[in-house]
């Protein structure tokens, strides 16, 4: 009775993990029948007819970083009296003297840059954007995160789509990567960021699906942001948010991949890890804020609505990654008789990788190379298996919360150090969980060796490494740092 509960168990969780693996297989689809179609390029107005942008960027203590973003934004290809530099500076270190001299340093070239530092920042990122927002004297907004690097003609090759379609609210660009070479953490970090804006954003916006705002390198109508709720900092997401409720409220958001722009990726484990903490709950607390929006709309189609939640819901696979871990031991001891439907199911579950295949190959002529990524991102998103977790149940049970930034340090391809900087992570609870869970599947592990159970090592193995990379990557530059 136990043996057959256990494989049942088992299925219910492939059967769930199948659910989002046919998500991933319809935009595949969905990228194959759309990635020809053309997109034209509406023609850049006269000189007198560009409108006044503002540029914002919101930063909180980048003193690595902070220069280079701000000389990149200057140098875009506007005219200086139509362009506002907006910087929303939070930063309680000396990031707000290097923004100070940096500013003055602009104003005196005759730039318009208007600083705002807030001495109490309440609402973390969204704060900052919505009181920059209500004082901005732009009819399009732009966003750069601290560690964008945006080239001159940005505003050249965005700005014309949005004049052309008044009822065009947002339009992404993609992203790509100042040091994706780095290290193998963060060519596993570009691999699955390609197969999201090569793949996934493609297949979404040209379906009619709805789309997501990434939170930078984007062009944001100021009226659609007024018009959808403004900024709101209930949700870790706001551009999730903020990007749905636009799109609820009628609005229309475009992609355009051919619109690059560089940004530096997360050398540390802890990191990326704490990042996707921050994106999992947020992810959550959009879920439950717009799921009965979305099932309520009128003017959504029934697919669109189903897909748009799977979409907000996709870190749900992570609990089911962790089921499956906790999983192993059991079935290692009752040798469970899996029902037939599991090994169609299992089949079905190892879809997602062809994604991140696409997205190579999609984008890079030495697309074999790169793919040799994936088995640290397979055990990357293993690892994180049990933090995600734990911000999902947050997020499900609390609003707002706090925003934890992803540390930057002006690294570009190989070069660049994060050791012996000012901004590090410590270990964190979450790593305790991790270390007992590597402990738990190593216990599977030997046991499914001494029954001869050799179909439960490839996941037992991943799991190892998956808890291994956590916790040993975490105590090791966690070391480094110091030392």
């Excluded at 409220?249 to 530096?264: F, I, K, Q, S």
């Excluded at 099932?295 to 962790?322: D, E, I, N």
């Excluded at 707002?400 to 150090?417: D, I, M, N, V, Y």
Aim: glycine share 8%; aromatic share 8%.
């Amino acid at each position: 009775m136990i043996a057959e509960v256990i494989g049942w168990l088992y299925t219910a969780v492939l059967a769930a993990l199948a659910v989002y693996a046919l998500h991933i297989m319809i935009l595949i689809g969905l990228y194959f029948r759309h990635r020809h179609d053309p997109q034209p390029t509406p023609p850049t107005p006269a000189e007198a007819q560009l409108p006044v942008v503002t540029v914002q960027v919101p930063l909180r203590n980048e003193r690595y970083v902070a220069g280079r973003v701000l000389q990149a934004v200057a140098a875009l290809d506007w005219p200086r009296d139509r362009l506002e530099l907006q910087i929303l500076d939070d930063s309680d270190d000396e990031t707000a003297l290097i923004v100070e001299a940096e500013c003055a340093r602009l104003r005196e070239q005759g730039y318009q840059v208007t600083l705002l530092h807030r001495t109490h920042p309440t609402g973390h990122k969204a704060g900052a954007l919505a009181a920059g927002t209500q004082q901005a004297q732009g009819e399009f907004i732009v966003l750069f995160d601290a560690d964008f690097c945006p080239e001159p003609d940005f505003l050249r090759r965005t700005l014309p789509h949005l004049l052309a379609d008044p009822q065009l609210g947002m339009v992404q660009t993609r992203w790509s990567h100042l040091n994706a070479e780095y290290s193998p953490i963060t060519r596993a970090q570009a691999l699955a960021l390609d197969a999201h804006f090569a793949i996934e954003h493609i297949a979404r916006n040209r379906s009619g699906l709805l789309m997501n705002f990434n939170g930078t390198a984007g062009v944001w109508r100021k009226s659609a942001i007024e018009d959808a709720g403004g900024w709101q900092c209930d949700t870790l997401t706001e551009d999730l948010d903020l990007s749905y409720r636009a799109q609820l409220r009628g609005w229309r958001v475009g992609y355009l991949p051919d619109v690059t722009v560089a940004a530096e990726l997360p050398p540390l484990v802890a990191a990326f890890k704490q990042q996707q903490y921050r994106w999992a709950k947020g992810a959550a607390q959009c879920l439950r804020k717009l799921a009965g929006p979305i099932v309520r709309s009128k003017q959504l189609r029934p697919a669109q609505k189903v897909m748009a939640l799977l979409h907000l819901s996709g870190y749900f696979t992570q609990p089911l990654f962790l089921a499956l871990m906790v999983l192993l031991l059991p079935m290692a001891f009752y040798r469970p008789a899996l029902p037939s439907l599991s090994g169609v199911l299992g089949a079905i579950s190892t879809v997602p990788p062809l994604l991140y295949l696409l997205g190579q190959l999609a984008l890079y002529r030495d697309w074999p190379r790169r793919i040799l990524a994936y088995p640290v991102l397979m055990v990357l998103g293993m690892g994180i298996a049990w933090s995600n977790t734990l911000a999902l149940i947050d997020g499900l049970t609390h609003w707002g919360g706090t925003f934890h930034r992803t540390p930057k340090f002006h690294l570009q391809a190989r070069e660049g150090h994060w050791q012996h900087t000012s901004y590090r992570i410590k270990p964190d609870r979450t790593m305790f969980g991790e270390a007992l869970l590597g402990l738990y599947t190593l216990t599977a592990t030997w046991q499914a060796v001494r029954g001869g159970q050799g179909e439960l090592l490839p996941l037992a193995l991943v799991a190892i490494s998956g808890e291994a990379l956590m916790v040993g990557s975490t105590l090791l530059q966690a070391h480094a740092a110091v030392n």
